[in-house]
């Protein structure tokens, strides 16, 4: 009995705060919100007697929970996959630097020195070749001769294991743009650097 008393109070209370609730907004364009959410609550304050039993409100509470972990599950592995993105994206950089570095020293030792390099790794993980050297670029200085430009391009290619038109060798001092780019487009990104094909 003292169930039935509890549920009257309840639906009393819940009316007289929602007489209190109109009469305190300023103006009608709010109200059909609050009467929205009132029809909401309610419809469960009247339905409480009979749904006692199956400990609704339980549920309810164990079934928000699982939508809030779920979505913070979601948000965490959004944020750690941009995070495993960033922190590729810098190893690929840094092995293009070292690629480029061994470039340099490759150069050194056919007594070359490099004034500029570019390598291109290939960064798709869906690709068979992902982190593969897929492309060097390289400049000379003017004063070198063509047959040094041709050894040092032969010294990579048999390095990397490169064809011949991934390796791009060029000899600063000249009207010709170098491409450098890591497409096949040829965009240019360099002036006043000779050579090429």
């Not at 390099?117 to 063509?146: K, M, N, W, Y």
């Not at 060798?169 to 000779?194: F, N, Q, T």
């Amino acid at each position: 009995m003292t169930a039935v008393y509890e549920w009257i109070r309840n639906l009393t209370a819940f009316f007289l705060f929602l007489s209190v609730m109109e009469n305190l907004l300023p103006g009608q364009k709010y109200g059909k919100y609050i009467r929205l959410f009132a029809g909401m609550v309610l419809i469960l304050l009247a339905v409480e007697p009979f749904t006692s039993g199956f400990n609704l409100d339980e549920v309810l509470a164990r079934s928000y929970e699982d939508l809030v972990i779920r979505g913070e599950a979601g948000e965490l592995k959004e944020q750690l996959g941009a995070t495993e993105q960033k922190r590729l994206g810098q190893i690929l950089s840094q092995y293009e630097e070292a690629v480029g570095r061994d470039v340099r020293e490759l150069a050194q030792s056919c007594g070359l020195t490099v004034m500029d390099c570019r390598v291109r790794i290939e960064g798709d993980e869906d690709s068979p070749e992902f982190g593969t050297v897929r492309e060097i670029a390289a400049v000379l200085p003017a004063q070198s001769a063509q047959a040094e430009k041709e050894k040092l391009s032969n010294r990579i290619q048999e390095y990397y294991g490169l064809e011949e038109q991934y390796v791009e060798i060029e000899i600063a001092g000249g009207e010709g743009p170098v491409d450098l780019s890591p497409d096949s487009g040829r965009d240019s990104l360099y002036s006043g650097i000779s050579g090429g094909q």
